[in-house]
C-alpha cells in the first residue's frame, strides 16, 4: 500500500512538473504576444494615410498623407510635394485649407495650434495663442472654413463643442452660445453663403448656423443623420461636401468617427441614395484567393475609411487614410484611383509598410490567444492533479459570524447565532430596495432626459445589479460557513463541519489572530459586531483562553501565512496573476 501511494505521489509530482513548464512557457507566450502588439499597433498608427483633400480657386487639388502635402493640377498630375514638418509641424493636421493669397491654414491635430503659413518660404503665424488669450485654449479636433468674401475665419472647436468667429490676424469675433440647441463635437464646418454648415457630430445632423454680420444667428437642423439609408451604429457625421449640383454628400461614421458611408442628401435635406463603397469588390464573382483576401483584410480591420471630400470638374474626390487610398467618382458613377503614377506608388509604399506592421499586432493577438490556451490548461491540468491528490489540503474557509459560546460534554465550542443572518438578510433588503431605486431613476432621466445619446449611459444600471448580487452572495455565504464550529477541551482544538465530520488538531499545530483561528490547513474568520473577540471578556474565558499565547500572531504575520499556504497549494499562483496582468495588458492594447 505505501508503495502503491508513493507511486502515485511520484506520478502526480511529475505531472505537475510539466504543468509548470507549461505555465512557463504560457506566461512568456504572453510576454511576447503583449510586446508584438504593443509593436505593431503603435508603428502601425504612426504611418498616416490620405487624410485630408482641399482645393484652392484656381482648381487645384491638394491631398495631405503622411505628414506631407501634395499639390495636383485638376488634371490629377502632382506638380508639387512640401513636407509639413518646415512649418514646424510634426504630426498629424485635422484640417488643411489653401488661401487665396497663397497662404495655408494648418490646425495641429495634437495641440490644436493654428497657423497660417506661406508654403514658400516657410514662415508661419500662430494664431491660435491670440485666441486662447481672448476664449481660453482650443481642444482638439479643429477644422476651419474661410469666407473670403469678408476675410474672416471660422472654427469648429471640436473639443470645447462650440463654434468660433475671428479675423484673419486672430481678433475673435464671437462664440456660439451653447442655449437651447448646442453643439457636440462639431466635425466639420463650411461657409455657404449668408450661412454656416456645421456636422454637428454627436448630434447626429448636418446643422445650419445663420450668420449676422460678424455674429452667429439661429440654428436649425437641416439633415439628419439616422434615416433609413444608414447602417447601424453608422449615423455621426464626420464630414460632407456642398456638390455643384446642389446637392449634399455626408460622411456617415461609427462612434470612433472611422468606417463612414457616403450618402448624398437634396438640397432641402432629404436622404437621396447611398453612393457605392469604392472598398469594395468590383466583381461580384469572387475567386478563392478573393475570398482569402476580403478575410485577410477583415481580420486587419483593413475596410474604407473616407475621412475628407473634394469636388472638381464633377468629379467627387475621397481621402481614404485606412486603406490608404484617394478615390475619385467619375460622373458615370465608377470610381478610380486619384493621383499620377509617383504618388500612387507613394502611396502603395505606405500601404505594404502598415499591413506590415498590422500582420505583426495580428501576429501578437494571436500569440496572446495561444498563451491563454496553454495557461487555462495548465491551470484546469494543475487543478485536477490536486484535487486528485488526497493528502494534500487545498481548501481555505473563511467564515464571517458573531459567535455564540456553548458548553458541550467538556467542550467550550464557538459557533455561529442567528443574529448574523438575520442582520445580513436585512442589509440584502436594504441593498436591494435601494439598488431597484437606484435602477428607476437611471430610467427615468434616460426617458425623460433630453440627451440624444442617452441611450449611451446605460451603464449604470449594472452598478446596483452587481451590488445586489454582491449582497446575495455574501448572504449565502454567511449561510454556508455558519455551520462550522471550533472548540477546545483545553488539550485538542476540535472542528465541527457541515456535515457532521468533527476533526481534531493538536493545539501545537494552532495559531490565532484577534480576528481568526488557524486550524490545520484552513482559516475560521469571527467577527463580531463590536470589534475584536479579544475585547469581549467572556470570550476570553472559553475558546481563546485555553490557546497558547506563543501561537497568536499578528495581521501582517497572519497575511504571510495566507500567501504561503496558498502558494504552497496552489503553485499556479505563482504564474497564474503575472500571467493574468500580462493578458489584461494585451486586451487593452488590442482595443
Known amino acids: 500500500m505505501a508503495k502503491a501511494s508513493r507511486h502515485i505521489s511520484r506520478k502526480a509530482e511529475k505531472k505537475s512538473r510539466v504543468i509548470n513548464r507549461m505555465a512557463w512557457v504560457a506566461l512568456l507566450l504572453a510576454l511576447l504576444g503583449t510586446l508584438l502588439l504593443s509593436l505593431g499597433q503603435y508603428r502601425s498608427s504612426r504611418i498616416s494615410g490620405p487624410r485630408l483633400a482641399a482645393t484652392d480657386q484656381v482648381g487645384q487639388i491638394y491631398i495631405v498623407s503622411d505628414r506631407t502635402a501634395y499639390v495636383f493640377d485638376d488634371g490629377g498630375v502632382r506638380r508639387e510635394t512640401v513636407a509639413l514638418s518646415k512649418f514646424g509641424i510634426h504630426g498629424d493636421v485635422s484640417d488643411f485649407l489653401p488661401m487665396p493669397g497663397g497662404d495655408w491654414l494648418l490646425a495641429d491635430a495634437e495641440t490644436a495650434q493654428i497657423k ?5 518660404g516657410g514662415e508661419c503665424l500662430l494664431l491660435s495663442d491670440r485666441i486662447a488669450a481672448s476664449i481660453g485654449k482650443l481642444k482638439p479636433p479643429i477644422r476651419l472654413t474661410l469666407d473670403e468674401a469678408t476675410n474672416r475665419l471660422f472654427i469648429a472647436d471640436g473639443g470645447n463643442h462650440r463654434l468660433v468667429a475671428l479675423r484673419l490676424n486672430g481678433d475673435v469675433l464671437d462664440t456660439s452660445n451653447p442655449g437651447a440647441d448646442p453643439f457636440k463635437a ?6 455657404d453663403g449668408e450661412r454656416l454648415l456645421v456636422a454637428d457630430s454627436r448630434n447626429r445632423r448636418l446643422a445650419e448656423v445663420a450668420l449676422l454680420g460678424d455674429r452667429f444667428g439661429a440654428v436649425r437642423t437641416f439633415a439628419y443623420a439616422e434615416t433609413p439609408l444608414a447602417r447601424s451604429g453608422h449615423v455621426y457625421p464626420n464630414g460632407f461636401l456642398h456638390r455643384a449640383n446642389g446637392s449634399y454628400v455626408l460622411i456617415n461614421a461609427d462612434g470612433s468617427g472611422h468606417h463612414g458611408d457616403l450618402i448624398e442628401y437634396g438640397a432641402a435635406g432629404e436622404p437621396l441614395r447611398m453612393l457605392p463603397d469604392y472598398g469594395a469588390p468590383s466583381s461580384s464573382h469572387l475567386t478563392l484567393a478573393g475570398l482569402l483576401g476580403l478575410l485577410d483584410n477583415y481580420l486587419l480591420g483593413w475596410e ?4 475628407s471630400l473634394v469636388e472638381t470638374e464633377e468629379r467627387l474626390v475621397v481621402a481614404d487614410p485606412s486603406l490608404m487610398q484617394v478615390n475619385q467618382q467619375s460622373i458615370g458613377g465608377e470610381w478610380q484611383q486619384f493621383g499620377d503614377p509617383v504618388f500612387l506608388a507613394d502611396l502603395h509604399e505606405l500601404s505594404a509598410a502598415k499591413r506590415g506592421w498590422m500582420r505583426w499586432r495580428q501576429f501578437g493577438g494571436l500569440t496572446l490567444f495561444a498563451a491563454l490556451l496553454l495557461g487555462m490548461v495548465a491551470m484546469a491540468r494543475g487543478l485536477w492533479i490536486e484535487r486528485s491528490a488526497v493528502d494534500v489540503p487545498t481548501r481555505l474557509v473563511t467564515r464571517f459570524a458573531a459567535p455564540t459560546m456553548v458548553l ?5 465550542w464557538i459557533e455561529a ?12 433588503a436594504s441593498v436591494t430596495v435601494l439598488s431597484l431605486l437606484f435602477g428607476a431613476g437611471v ?4 426617458i425623460w432626459g433630453n440627451d440624444a445619446d442617452a441611450h449611451a449611459d446605460w451603464w449604470p444600471l449594472w452598478l446596483p445589479l452587481a451590488t445586489a448580487a454582491g449582497a446575495a452572495a455574501c448572504l449565502l455565504l454567511l449561510r454556508r460557513f455558519a455551520r462550522y464550529r471550533i472548540g477546545t477541551d483545553g488539550h485538542v482544538l476540535y472542528l465541527m463541519e457541515p456535515n457532521g465530520i468533527q476533526r481534531s488538531i493538536a493545539l501545537t499545530n494552532v495559531r490565532y489572530t484577534p480576528h481568526r483561528i488557524w486550524v490545520g490547513s484552513r482559516w475560521m474568520t469571527y467577527r463580531t459586531p463590536i470589534g475584536e473577540l479579544f475585547r469581549r471578556q467572556e470570550l476570553r474565558r472559553y475558546v481563546f483562553s485555553l490557546l497558547p499565547a506563543s501561537a497568536r500572531m499578528n495581521e501582517w504575520e497572519a497575511a504571510q501565512e495566507v500567501l ?21 495588458i494585451g486586451v487593452l492594447f488590442a482595443r
Do not use: E, M
Open 116 to 120: 497660417r503659413c506661406n508654403p514658400k
Open 186 to 191: 462639431p466635425a466639420q464646418i463650411r461657409v
Open 304 to 307: 474604407a475609411d473616407p475621412q
Open 408 to 412: 458541550q460534554n467538556g467542550v467550550h
Open 417 to 428: 447565532n442567528g443574529s448574523t443572518r438575520r442582520f445580513a438578510a436585512q442589509v440584502l
Open 443 to 446: 430610467i427615468l432621466s434616460l
Open 564 to 584: 504561503q499556504l496558498a502558494l504552497a497549494h496552489h503553485p499556479w499562483l505563482r504564474w497564474a496573476l503575472p500571467l493574468s496582468s500580462v493578458l489584461l
